[in-house]
């Protein structure tokens, strides 16, 4: 069962979509003589430019950045050093990642991973807390990379910045493309989105049903789905619908 993050009440409306990012045309020039001197890595464009001014770069200059490519040889990665029990593990950022999460990057001047679509298209807040890991601080504890990357990507939030990150390329690419198309895209994503979450919900209802497991936990009346929850035993249903 993987609902993840995902909220019963999930909003079926179309997403906002801000057209100062997904207007059409940019200029070739400013983009060849720009961005010739601009480093793509958002490590260091939040630390010149902070969280949220990062969003306020050009369009070229965003464009860049979610376009640019991680080095594919893992030899060029600093090792770091984890301590685990009593022994101590070396890892490293490995570029195999961004095949199976595409919206990884990796910045090399904090040795820290960012989700690019997160951090030009997610919102500032997120059921009133601020976004953390991959959006506005690097991750980089690389020993438990597939765990919490899966996580990431099962956020509402991260969802929403993906649909948009691809409007703007799309844009970007082809200002001909309508937003009409790009609506009816998002309509058939959120329907197909919904519909898994509902059926995952009902999964969760028969099996506690057939179990004979009450539904309701004790602290289950205000859950904040953007935290794990851990230490916590907020219920059948929430734990399992978490799971």
């Known amino acids: 069962m993987s609902t993840g ?124 807390h601020t976004l953390g890991h991959f959006v506005t601080t690097p991750f980089t504890a690389w020993i438990k990379m597939s765990e919490k990357a899966n996580l990431h990507a099962k956020n509402d939030y991260h969802q929403s910045a993906i649909t948009r990150m691809t409007e703007f390329i799309a844009r970007y690419e082809d200002p001909s493309v309508s937003i009409g198309t790009l609506l009816n895209s998002e309509s058939s994503r959120i329907i197909e989105g919904n519909t898994k979450v509902i059926e995952s919900l009902m999964k969760v209802v028969i099996v506690c049903g057939k179990q004979g497991l009450a539904l309701r936990g004790h602290r289950d009346d205000n859950v904040d789905w953007t935290d794990e929850g851990y230490g916590r035993n907020e219920g059948n249903f929430i734990e399992l619908v978490r799971f």
């Open 5 to 128: 993050n995902h909220q019963a009440g999930t909003s079926s409306q179309f997403p906002q979509i801000d057209s100062s990012l997904v207007e059409c045309g940019h200029d070739e020039t400013s983009l060849q003589i720009g961005v010739e001197q601009f480093e793509p890595d958002i490590g260091k464009l939040i630390e010149l430019h902070g969280c949220a001014n990062i969003k306020q770069l050009s369009r070229d200059e965003i464009y860049c950045v979610l376009k640019s490519e991680p080095d594919v040889h893992p030899e060029s990665y600093p090792r770091t050093c984890s301590h685990q029990s009593t022994r101590s593990l070396f890892r490293q950022f490995q570029p195999s990642w961004v095949k199976k999460h595409p919206w990884l990057h990796y910045s090399r001047h904090v040795d820290g991973a960012y989700c690019r679509a997160c951090v030009f298209f997610a919102p500032d807040q997120v059921s009133g």
